[in-house]
Nanobody, 120 residues
Framework: QVQLVESGGGLVQAGGSLRLSCAAS????????IGWFRQAPGKEREFVAS????????YYGDSRKGRFTISRDNALNTVHLQMNSLKPEDTAVYYC?????????????WGQGTQVTVSS
């Protein structure tokens, strides 16, 4: 089993940056694709980005590529999401997830989420 804990959310002005972290417990961390989803008020949860088991492969949702960078450190059981040039529409609760397949269609594990608020 894998437990995921997100951190790094907060309030930032438009154009600013935040770095989210997802810390995982368990010895099987490197077996999973890890990704980020987000959910804004009144909207469905949407895929943000994912990183493959070794960290060599990454995949991004359309509006995030170029602004967001996902990375992982299997030695530290950690995944990061660097978010630059943030926009008010990036405001959401960001969730870390673990599963198989780069699209994480059916994640096996979820974190509790961290709030990101971008002010205009």
């Amino acid at each position: 089993q894998v437990q995921l804990v997100e951190s790094g959310g907060g309030l930032v002005q438009a154009g600013g940056s935040l770095r989210l972290s997802c810390a995982a417990s368990g010895r099987t961390f490197s077996r999973y694709v890890i990704g980020w989803f987000r959910q804004a008020p009144g909207k469905e949860r949407e895929f943000v980005a994912s990183v493959g088991r070794s960290g060599g492969s990454t995949y991004y949702g359309d509006s995030r590529k170029g602004r967001f960078t996902i990375s992982r450190d299997n030695a530290l059981n950690t995944v990061h999401l660097q978010m630059n040039s943030l926009k008010p529409e990036d405001t959401a609760v960001y969730y870390c997830a673990a599963g198989s397949g780069m699209l994480l269609s059916i994640p096996e594990y979820w974190g509790q989420g961290t709030q990101v608020t971008v002010s205009s």
